[in-house]
């Protein structure tokens, strides 16, 4: 299992906020080396990379969604026909990197859905290569350690056979669970992370977003994760925020994606601030820049003018792990 995200030094984030808000000469907040640990790669380009693989515009996503379905709807409609092809997939999983390695991300834990093979009526081999292709490429630039993703929509049995290929190609890292937290049984999926566990590969899962902080204590009590996508709901239970700061919990916390479903309404009030105050591991993620068009560069300088000192800041795990190289090769 990898070692955990990294903190930045405050002297040198003050210094790259400086040099952003062209205070100072200097690169900004790109020259830092970022982690970013809560991402899905083929949700992570822009929606011109999307437009190319297509042939044609799609409409810009909605600031605001009205809620999860509404979210899903315009990915169904408007994303997922790009990736039902190997090519369309690697062109679209090579834009999203090369934008990380662009913003100075070092390491990214990116994920790959276990339905692709599904999806393209391809063998998980194919799938597989693709992205040890993908991460060789660009390992000079940045440090891609890729992520199985789990989806609670899909019955267990029916991954099932794809993921321990997955788990056996030895080319992943971490794997997590995802999509809406309302639905699935969580004893159904335990299986999943029993075998990763003892592979090695860290284990994460999605909780605390749309649900509150009781499907956090399910989940790390079923899954025994080493880290929560999302968990802002944790804010509500003194409890839980005791538990996780006492595990070392990794929350990997993404704002502009809680902001843009109604999960928190600005930045100003985003409960990232008391996840810290409580002494919980955070670091940031993207999400799905596809849809939410930021960065970590955006996410730290957004939550830096939305009143967040640098003391603060400088809590965040925001660096790559060390050495972040040691995730790097199949």
């Not at 709807?73 to 026909?81: K, S, V």
Request: proline share 7%; aromatic share 6%; charged share 25%.
């Amino acid at each position: 299992m990898r070692k955990g995200c990294t903190t930045i030094p405050e002297a040198r984030l003050a210094q790259a906020l400086l040099e952003e808000e062209g205070a100072a000469p200097g690169a900004g907040l790109a020259s830092l080396p970022k982690a970013d640990v809560h991402c899905h790669a083929l949700l992570n380009a822009p929606l011109a990379a999307y437009e190319a693989v297509l042939g044609q515009p799609l409409p810009r996503p909605p600031a605001r969604f009205a809620d999860f379905a509404e979210f899903g709807a315009y990915l169904a409609a408007h994303l997922f026909p790009a990736t039902r092809t190997l090519s369309g997939m690697r062109a679209i999983v090579r834009s999203g990197l090369e934008r990380m390695a662009g913003e100075g991300v070092a390491y990214t834990e990116a994920s790959i859905d276990l339905l692709l093979p599904l999806h393209i009526h391809a063998p998980p081999e194919a799938i597989i290569e693709l992205v040890a292709e993908e991460r060789d490429r660009i390992s000079s630039r940045l440090c891609w350690a890729p992520e199985i993703g789990i989806n609670r929509r899909i019955a267990p049995e029916q991954l099932w056979p794809t993921f321990v290929t997955h788990v056996n190609s030895g080319v992943f890292r971490s794997i997590d669970l995802y999509d809406d937290e309302r639905k699935g049984d969580l004893r159904e999926i335990a299986r999943f992370f029993r075998m990763a566990r003892d592979r090695g590969l860290q284990l994460k899962a999605h909780a605390g977003e749309i649900c509150g902080p009781e499907k956090m204590r399910e989940t790390v009590a079923t899954l025994e994760v080493d880290a929560i996508q999302h968990g802002i709901a944790a804010v509500h239970d003194a409890r839980l925020l005791d538990e996780l700061a006492r595990r070392g919990t990794q929350l990997n916390v993404a704002p502009a994606s809680n902001i843009a479903l109604g999960l928190s309404e600005s930045y100003q009030h985003h409960p990232i601030r008391a996840l810290l105050a409580a002494g919980v591991k955070v670091a940031l993620g993207s999400d799905d820049f596809t849809i939410f068009g930021a960065g970590l560069c955006d996410e730290i300088l957004r939550l830096h003018r939305a009143g967040m000192p640098t003391s603060e800041l400088a809590k965040i795990h925001l660096g790559p792990p060390e050495p972040a190289a040691s995730a790097g090769s199949g």
